[in-house]
């Protein structure tokens, strides 16, 4: 997720340019002819569920969605296939579905070996090229990363006629395609490391996961004063990759990270203790988090290149065992490395007016909860700190509205907290059995969790309706519903065991990538959540499958898919099986699966198939705390829509909202748009 030295450099010697340039545009803008209308705001719920909601609405529990449901209108809508966030979003965005955008999953594959890449981005400009002096590496050109969504935003259509938008957090953006618009990356957007989130534990004890995410510090609490008391720990912080030292493409190793040291001077009475970061003091008491400290790391010699983070600690554990928790080091949104808003000033606007927040794309610290790091109060003590952060942005955005713009607010609060929580009691269906990772001392007072996710999105449905103009229109809409993910589906293995992926000689598991698997004889395999490929000849690597005999082995895979039984539930495992070819229209779709694999709820492709593994198992029970899930069949979570104006038919969905969006403003969606206005 890095831009050459060379553009760094142009970026730096541009800025004050672009500041005035900035500034000249927002006085144009403020000029522009007014709208002929009173605004639009949306507020973009990820993983609002309309069966959970109904109940709670009809509990009384969810008063101001049930206010405008009654007012206006509500009903579920349609998500997109596959039903994954960024595919979703991408929908919305851009008015198309992943045959024009291109953004199929979470992971698309590499033609030429098989592996899993991201989807979110794309190289351009060739193949990079390098120059070393003095033991530098120098990016020349070449190699650069870019935003892999095609299509066009419906910010930028609405900029072009003079609508002031502003975007708060919308997933997908990042990198950062350029535009006029005032748009605030989210979901997708790195950490400083270049990941989606490396937390760091300065630990004396081992965690509870044998392989955990996180980069583990283990530390010696010393007596360095000799005043009888240890006292002291000494340890890093590591920031960003050390690019002048790597070559392109080279996977950094934990020696090629840039790092700042971490002292921690522990109270000798009381459970607190002062940290010391990059000259920089912060004190904190233990079971509380700190505030954001900025801190910079020297990619060149004598300062010549600071790259800017910032990061919180969260004091787990003092005394007897010492346990200090780093939050991943955030990109800082007052000095970014890479752009992560446009303009590239609009995110240090925002600290201006809020502080440091959350830039890192999923924020929730879930990969600490998955770890065993944090128990579920240290989890959500976190998550609290993001409400905070989406309730600030809420505040500000509504104090900038004025009639005739058109504002997006994101609220990720249910979406991760259905996926993490969902294990101690079902919010869906009441008395279901218990989830395969339900432990009862651990569900004790959480059981209620989530529907307190939802009430709490209805305080701020709440505020925003006392607050916005009157007649501004608003759309409160999700991407996607949930259901709970009990069973863990090894699509490979499935594929291994019927015939369609072969193992070499001797060899039961392994990986796609690499030797493992014979592809002289591989006719189909699985990559990404809900993706199946055909192993053609001509397109893959190693294909053998004659496209002329592609459609015919489709048929098979899509019959005995569908007839797919769980062998202990008894329950059809798979619901459905779509062509590509056949619910996608626009120029990408050769980009993408081959077949989407719709799974019955309770059921979805395991995190190491979807990455390319072979298992032994077929299927198992999920016993990972990420128990909740809308990686399945679109049919069984579709999202919710309510608006403040009455709407005459059902059945809408994801790029109906982007036609809607244009059309409030009178303007024409573009040809390569396939919805059509709810209005």
Same mark, same amino acid.
């Given at each position: 997720m890095k831009r050459s030295l060379s553009t760094r450099l142009c970026s730096l010697m541009e800025k004050t340019t672009s &500041?005035? #340039?900035? =500034? !000249? !545009?927002?006085?144009? &803008? *403020? #000029? *522009?002819? @007014?709208a002929a209308n %009173?605004? $639009? /705001? $949306?507020? =973009?719920?990820?993983?609002?569920? @309309?069966v959970i909601l109904s109940r709670l609405m009809e509990e009384g529990k969810m008063p101001n969605f049930a206010q405008l449901a009654k007012e206006g209108s509500y009903q579920s809508l349609g998500t997109s296939n596959p039903p994954q966030s960024p595919v979703a979003w991408s929908n919305f965005v851009t008015g198309m579905n992943p045959g024009g955008h291109g953004i199929f999953d979470f992971m698309h594959r590499n033609v030429h070996n098989y592996a899993p890449i991201s989807s979110a981005t794309r190289v351009t400009g060739g193949e990079a090229k390098t120059l070393h002096f003095f033991g530098y590496v120098i990016p020349i050109s070449g190699g650069e990363l870019e935003n892999n969504r095609g299509g066009t935003p419906w910010w930028d259509l609405l900029v072009e006629q003079g609508v002031d938008v502003e975007v708060y957090r919308i997933p997908g953006n990042f990198p950062t395609p350029p535009s006029e618009a005032k748009v605030l990356d989210g979901m997708g957007t790195t950490d400083l490391r270049g990941g /989606?989130?490396?937390? %760091? &534990?300065y630990t004396d004890t081992l965690p509870e996961k044998k392989k955990p995410k996180g980069d583990i510090q283990f530390v010696t609490v010393r007596d360095l004063d000799l005043d009888g008391t240890p006292d002291t720990v000494n340890s890093i !912080?590591? =920031?960003? @990759?050390?690019?002048? +030292? !790597?070559?392109? =493409?080279? $996977? @950094? +190793?934990d020696k090629d990270y840039l790092t700042t040291g971490v002292t921690v001077h522990i109270d000798p009475e009381a459970a607190a203790a002062v940290i010391e970061v990059g000259g920089q003091y912060i004190v904190i008491e233990e079971g509380e988090w700190s505030e954001w400290l900025e801190v910079t790391y020297d990619l060149a010699p004598m300062g010549l290149m600071p790259v800017t983070g910032t990061v919180r600690f969260f004091a787990k554990s003092l005394r007897p065992n010492f346990q200090l928790y780093a939050s991943p080091v955030n990109i800082s949104p007052s000095n970014p490395v890479m752009p992560i808003s446009t303009p590239d000033e609009f995110s240090a606007e925002l600290t201006e007016a809020l502080g440091f927040y959350y830039t890192q794309g999923m924020p929730e610290e879930q990969e600490a909860l998955k770890d065993g790091v944090f128990s579920e109060d240290d989890y959500l003590k976190q998550v609290a700190l993001v409400q905070q952060d989406t309730r600030l942005m809420l505040d500000l955005a509504l104090n900038r509205f004025e009639p005739g713009d058109a504002t997006f607010v994101y609220f990720s609060d249910i979406d991760l907290q259905c996926h993490m929580l969902w294990r101690h009691g079902d919010p869906k269906t009441l008395g279901a059995p218990h989830h395969p990772a339900y432990d009862a001392a651990t569900a004790k007072g959480h059981t209620q969790d989530i529907e307190r996710f939802y009430r709490d999105v209805d305080e701020a449905l709440g505020e925003t309706r006392k607050r916005l103009p009157e007649d501004t229109l608003l759309m409160v809409m999700s991407d996607h519903g949930f259901q709970p993910f009990t069973r863990d589906v090894h699509l490979n293995a499935w594929l291994r065991d019927n015939g369609y992926l072969v193992m070499k000689e001797g060899k039961t598991t392994g990986y796609t990538v690499g030797s493992d698997v014979d592809w002289n004889k591989t006719r189909a395999f699985g990559l990404g959540f809900n993706g199946l490929y055909l192993n053609i000849k001509g397109r893959e690597e190693q294909g053998i499958v004659d496209p002329a005999e592609a459609d015919a082995l489709m048929a098979e895979l899509i019959q005995k898919l569908e007839a797919f039984k769980d062998p202990a539930e008894g329950a059809s495992v798979v619901l459905n099986v779509r062509r590509g070819s056949e619910i996608y229209n626009g120029p990408r779709i050769a980009e993408g699966p081959d077949l989407l694999v719709g799974y019955n709820k309770g059921y979805g492709a395991s995190d190491e198939s979807a990455l390319g593994q072979i298992t032994e198992d077929v299927i198992a029970n999920n016993t990972s705390r990420w128990s909740g899930s809308h990686l399945m069949a679109p049919e069984v979570v579709p999202g919710i829509l309510l608006l403040n104006r009455k709407l005459t038919r059902e059945g809408h969905e994801l790029v109906d909202l982007t036609a809607t969006i244009l059309s409030y403003y009178g303007i024409k969606a573009l040809p390569e748009m396939t919805g059509e206005p709810v209005l």
């Open positions: &500041l005035v #340039c900035a =500034g !000249l !545009l927002a006085s144009s &803008l *403020a #000029c *522009a002819e @007014p %009173t605004g $639009i /705001f $949306i507020m =973009g719920v990820d993983g609002m569920d @309309p /989606f989130g490396t937390y %760091t &534990l !912080l590591r =920031g960003p @990759p050390d690019q002048l +030292h !790597l070559e392109p =493409g080279q $996977i @950094p +190793h």
